[in-house]
C-alpha cells in the first residue's frame, strides 16, 4: 500500500510539472500582439493548465497523505480534464489547419487570403461585431510604424521578413501595383481594379490596410502559426499526462486490492 501510495505521489508531481509547459505556452499566446486583440483567446490555456496543476497536486496530497479521498477525485478530475485537452487540441488543430497564406513573386514574405482560412475562425474573428474593436486595437499596437525603422529602402522591405499582420494591414495587395515610397506609403496604383482592397488603402497612419480582408486574413495567418507551435506543446504533454495517469490507475487498483486483501 505505501508503495504504491509513493509511485502515484511521484507520479503526481510529474503530472504537475506538466502543468508548467502548458500554463508557460498560454502566457505566451496571451502576450502576442494579436492574442492581446481578440480577449476570448488569450487565457483558455492558461485556465488548462492551472487546472492541471491544482488537480496533480491534489492527487499528490491525498497520496503522499494516503488520503482515498483526495485520490478519487483526482482520478475522476484528471480524466476529465485529458478528454478536455484532447477536445481543445483536435478543435485546435481543426480550425487552425486550412492555410490562406501564398507566395508572391520578388518578396520574401507571404501574403493572406482570406477565403483560405477555417470558416469557424474566420467568422468568429472578423464578424462586423468582433472586427471593429480588433480594428482599433492593431492600428494602436505601433506594428505598422515599427517598419519605417526596420526597413529603409524597397529592396530592404520586399526582401524583408514580415509578420502576418505586418503583410496584411501595412501595406497594398502585392497585385494592386502601387509603388514603394517607405514601408506605409505607398502611391499610384497600376492595377487599382484587381481586388477590393485596392481601393480600401489608405496613406492615413490610422487607416493603412486595417479595413482591408488582407489584414483579416493576415490576423488570422499569425493566429493559426502561433497556435500550431502551442499546440505541439500540448501534444507531448497530453501524452505524458495519459501515461502518467494510466500508472497511477495501476497503482491506486493495486492499493485497493491489497486492502481488500488485508
Not at 480534464?81 to 513573386?105: D, N, T, W
Not at 514603394?180 to 477590393?196: L, Q, R, S
Request: aromatic share 12%; charged share 10%.
Amino acid at each position: 500500500m505505501a508503495v504504491s501510495n509513493n509511485i502515484t505521489a511521484f507520479l503526481n508531481f510529474l503530472a504537475l510539472m506538466c502543468s508548467i509547459p502548458i500554463i508557460s505556452s498560454g502566457i505566451w499566446l496571451a502576450s502576442k500582439q494579436d492574442n492581446e486583440c481578440i480577449h476570448w483567446l488569450r487565457w483558455p490555456v492558461v485556465f488548462l493548465g492551472m487546472a492541471v496543476l491544482l488537480v496533480s497536486l491534489t492527487g499528490f496530497v491525498g497520496a503522499y497523505w494516503k488520503k482515498e479521498g483526495l485520490l478519487g477525485v483526482y482520478l475522476v478530475c484528471m480524466a476529465i480534464l485529458i478528454v478536455l485537452l484532447l477536445v481543445f487540441l483536435v478543435l485546435a488543430f481543426v480550425v487552425s489547419h486550412p492555410s490562406g497564406a501564398y507566395s508572391v513573386p520578388g518578396r520574401v514574405s507571404k501574403e493572406y487570403r482570406l477565403g483560405g482560412f477555417s470558416s469557424w475562425l474566420r467568422d468568429h474573428i472578423t464578424n462586423a461585431d468582433n472586427w471593429g474593436k480588433i480594428r482599433a486595437c492593431l492600428a494602436n499596437s505601433g506594428s505598422c510604424a515599427r517598419l519605417n525603422q526596420e526597413y529603409m529602402t524597397a529592396d530592404q522591405f520586399f526582401n524583408g521578413h514580415l509578420s502576418p499582420i505586418q503583410s496584411g494591414c501595412c501595406k497594398p495587395p502585392t497585385l494592386c501595383g502601387y509603388q514603394f515610397v517607405n514601408p506605409v506609403m505607398w502611391v499610384n496604383p497600376a492595377n487599382p481594379v484587381a481586388g477590393a482592397d485596392c481601393s480600401i488603402w489608405n496613406n492615413d497612419p490610422s487607416q493603412l490596410c486595417y479595413y482591408c480582408d488582407s489584414c483579416k486574413a493576415g490576423l488570422l495567418g499569425n493566429l493559426r502559426r502561433e497556435w500550431r507551435s502551442t499546440n505541439i506543446i500540448l501534444i507531448i504533454t497530453v501524452v505524458v499526462l495519459i501515461w502518467i495517469y494510466l500508472i497511477a490507475c495501476s497503482a491506486y487498483r493495486n492499493a485497493q486490492t491489497e486492502k481488500l486483501f488485508k
